[in-house]
């Protein structure tokens, strides 16, 4: 729904990191686009569960999800917009992770500044409250970014960003101001990014003001 009146027009979405497809398959349910949504994904089992229900929800002719690294998919149809809640745990390496596809790198945002380096037009982003928000939006503005529009809300830190070796890096990053997180929640916003040519407002300030007033 936060993209509605950012990207009507597109007749195709690209998702990177469909996961079991359920964010989108209720997106496509309920909401009007009506082009195309092209999903990648890279863990097997996610990726058949998705494909089970796009079947099972008779959905195919609005969302396809492919079996292949969104980076090695060549043949991907052009588009201006990208849809994405990315890998964003950060940990020192990913060797001991319990699922390495959602390694985000030593601060949380490399796959983010990956995806913010690739020339769509419109963004839609998870950020993280523990993946350095202030230093992607940094990143994200130095590639011709604004933020358009966010919608935030609380998590509570679940089995993946509770393991020690993610939890350990999260309170390093806060130390360096890089994290925001209270005793058991932290905040996830889906972020618009325009292209600023196209943007017609600048809302990162308020963005980093509403994340960092989880202390
Ligand atoms: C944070 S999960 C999001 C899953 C789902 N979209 C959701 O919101 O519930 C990130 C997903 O990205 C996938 N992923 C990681 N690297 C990828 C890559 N290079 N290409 C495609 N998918 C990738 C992971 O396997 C994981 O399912």
């Known amino acids: 729904m936060l993209l509605v009146g950012h990207c009507q027009t597109a007749p195709v979405i690209h998702e990177f990191g469909s996961g079991d497809g359920m964010p989108m398959i209720e997106a496509v349910l309920g909401a009007c686009f009506q082009g195309m949504i092209h999903g990648y994904e890279i863990n097997d089992v996610s990726w058949n569960l998705a494909n089970t229900r796009i079947r099972y929800q008779q959905i195919e002719d609005r969302y396809m999800v492919h079996h292949v690294s969104f980076f090695d998919a060549c043949n991907k149809p052009y588009t201006s917009t990208l849809v994405t809640n990315p890998p964003y745990l950060p940990a020192w390496t990913d060797s001991r992770l319990y699922i390495k596809g959602l390694y985000g790198g030593i601060d949380g945002s490399?796959?983010?500044?990956?995806?913010?380096?690739?020339?769509?037009?419109?963004?839609?982003?998870?950020?993280?409250?523990?993946?350095?928000?202030?230093?992607?939006?940094?990143?994200?503005?130095?590639?011709?970014?604004?933020?358009?529009?966010?919608?935030?809300?609380?998590?509570?830190?679940?089995?993946?960003?509770?393991?020690?070796?993610?939890?350990?890096?999260?309170?390093?990053?806060?130390?360096?101001?890089?994290?925001?997180?209270?005793?058991?929640?932290?905040?996830?916003?889906?972020?618009?990014?325009?292209?600023?040519?196209?943007?017609?407002?600048?809302?990162?300030?308020?963005?980093?003001?509403?994340?960092?007033?989880?202390?």
Do not use: C, W
């Open 110 to 215: 490399m796959i983010s500044r990956k995806l913010l380096s690739l020339e769509y037009s419109t963004v839609l982003l998870m950020v993280s409250s523990f993946s350095n928000p202030a230093g992607l939006l940094q990143y994200a503005s130095e590639q011709g970014y604004s933020v358009v529009d966010f919608l935030i809300r609380p998590l509570i830190f679940g089995r993946y960003s509770s393991q020690p070796e993610v939890k350990s890096r999260i309170v390093e990053l806060h130390q360096e101001q890089k994290a925001f997180f209270s005793e058991h929640y932290y905040l996830l916003a889906g972020v618009v990014f325009q292209k600023q040519n196209h943007a017609d407002k600048e809302l990162s300030d308020d963005l980093m003001a509403v994340i960092q007033s989880l202390r």
